[in-house]
T-cell receptor, first 112, second 112 residues
Framework: NAGVTQTPKFQVLKTGQSMTLQCAQD?????MYWYRQDPGMGLRLIYY???????DKGEVPNGYNVSRLNKREFSLRLESAAPSQTSVYFCASSEDRVSGYTFGSGTRLTVV | GEDVEQSLFLSVREGDSSVINCTYT??????LYWYKQEPGAGLQLLTYIFSNMDMKQDQRLTVLLNKKDKHLSLRIADTQTGDSAIYFCAEKWDSGTYKYIFGTGTRLKVLA
């Protein structure tokens, strides 16, 4: 059981570069999420997709875009990376609104 | 308001009980969760409790909810070195939303 798979695990970008973080789940979950984790700030929701074909902004969407490619895949794009986007990014999925998340193992992104 | 507070650190001896505390400010929260994060990994759902419950027990884990004081606790009985991790509580508002609010996490260190 793979669960939620994120790629890459590590990435270093220069300011202004773009990249896409990939996420795929094999549990047939309807909802998928992107969070960032910063020291002392817990997890903050960037974007989520309640179901295939829909996406919505979370707490901190500025500087990011997402695509729900199909039921399995939900990608996060940084169009022009900034040092403030240095963080650990987690993708998660859930079967419904209440039973909690399954998280991926994260992508550690550094923007220099 | 939206705020979930946890103490940053807890240290216990192997075999003792650990109690990790969390306070939340939104009385409309209907589901409350505990997650565990080991180094370099994503968050793993441990347990969750509905707001109409006072207690939930699952093997070595006991969750207590005091709705009047908006206080949630996680007790780990017979704490083992493998329990060393960061523990996050999270609250979720009514079932019509996908929004979860995470605390900043409590780092539990188990001393042999």
């Amino acid at each position: 059981n793979a669960g939620v798979t994120q790629t890459p695990k590590f990435q270093v970008l220069k300011t202004g570069q773009s990249m896409t973080l990939q996420c795929a789940q094999d549990m047939n979950h309807n909802s998928m999420y992107w969070y960032r984790q910063d020291p002392g700030m817990g997890l903050r929701l960037i974007y989520y997709s309640a179901s295939e074909g829909t996406t919505d902004k979370g707490e901190v969407p500025n500087g990011y875009n997402v695509s729900r490619l199909n039921k399995r895949e939900f990608s996060l794009r940084l169009e022009s990376a900034a040092p403030s986007q240095t963080s650990v990014y987690f993708c998660a999925s859930s079967e419904d609104r209440v039973s909690g998340y399954t998280f991926g193992s994260g992508t550690r992104l550094t923007v220099v | 308001g939206e705020d979930v507070e946890q103490s940053l650190f807890l240290s216990v001896r192997e075999g003792d009980s650990s109690v990790i505390n969390c306070t939340y400010t939104d009385s409309s929260s209907t589901y409350l969760y505990w997650y565990k994060q080991e180094p370099g990994a994503g968050l793993q759902l441990l347990t969750y409790i509905f707001s109409n419950m006072d207690m939930k027990q699952d093997q070595r884990l006991t969750v207590l909810l005091n709705k009047k004081d908006k206080h949630l606790s996680l007790r780990i009985a017979d704490t083992q070195t493998g329990d060393s991790a960061i523990y996050f509580c999270a609250e979720k508002w009514d079932s019509g939303t996908y929004k979860y609010i995470f605390g900043t996490g409590t780092r539990l260190k188990v001393l042999a």
